[in-house]
């Protein structure tokens, strides 16, 4: 034989081998049943995958359930961040064309607004960073801004509308997922630990207190509850953020063309060069007005407090941001107030893709923010890895093993 037949036999075994490596696994779990663990669940099992999805208490029971329902680029700069969203908001009209997000998403813009120098400057730096990547946005001088939204105060003094924005109330979306898939939650279930096989290159399974559950591959999406399957301290983070809902306003919320973000988020997320520090509790003031008539007020951005109540002080300072913006919102009662924990990560960007040192484990956490938006196409992409094939984000970014190469083992 040749020895160029020998190496296209050689091409051709190793494809093979490749080939049947990664075919989808015949079971795996997902651990969390938050919207990146209910996503990832969903299209495993549309590959036809005998999926067990498992959660220490109930679907969409943390930040998922207490998200402001963002489906966004607005906040984001140019970077992996705004690309994975950018795919985030395209799977979510997808989905909801579908018909399995129809009803549960909602298109609308976003108006960032300005209201002091300091907005001003951040706001017009971000709005040409966003229309260097192809986002569409408006800038909107205060004259034009009044007249595109009336019941803004006077205080506005720039706006910047991003297009083509959305919003889904996560517990929802988890829902419609978990149904289009026929998927029953195991509640209640504390994972203790991976099943490790001999040779602790791949796991088995996991450990309960109920005994072990074994799956050819698993996806570890808990959120916080992330950190103890890791093997670095520090790497994630709670913040928490707390979020007001008001009665219905039916006449005021159709009157609002979009959610309204104030610069100051700009400057308490930290997005802008300008934002030399995140404070130890940031305000962003976020209005978005609701399919239900209400208002959805929020929030805040804290490394510190209890994440299951509020305090006035920060319930205080957010409804007068919001009033000194929107005065109509004076004469309306507050309804709810309630808090929770964004899982972040110490460099700012999710920990996404194969967990270090295993062959079928997996880990999809840390999206602070930005859950309700990634979520899906996180999901999705995990999956399309697991499976062998070009992930629809690029992962790359994310990858757990970045610790790994900063000199700490994760």
Sequence with gaps: MMREDVNVGRQFNNARREAMQFHPPFSAIVIGAGIVGASTAYFLAKRGVAVQLIDASAPASEATGAADGAVSVASKRPGPMMAAALSGVRLYATLAKEGVFAGAFKHRSTFIVAASDEECAVLEAHSAALATVGVRVDTLSAANLHQRFPVLSLKARLGVEVHDDG?????QIVHRL????????????????????????????????RGTIEADAVVIAAGTGSAEFLNAAGVLTP???????TERAPRLNAAMPGAIMSGRYLLSKGTQKMANSTPARGLGLVIDPLVTGQFLIGGTREEFGDRQSNDIDAVSRILAEAVALVPGLASLRLLRSFS???TAVVDGLPLVGRMPGFDNAYIATGFEGDGICLGPVTGKSIVQLICGEAPEVDLTPFDPSRFERSGEKL
């Design 340 to 342: 929770g924990l964004r």
């Design 167 to 171: 919003h889904a109330i996560g517990y």
């Design 178 to 209: 978990l149904t289009a898939a026929q998927i029953t939650v195991d509640r209640n279930t504390k994972v203790d630990g991976l099943a490790i096989a001999k040779g602790g290159r791949s796991v088995t399974g996991v450990s309960t207190r």
């Design 239 to 245: 913040r928490k953020g707390q979020l007001l809902v």
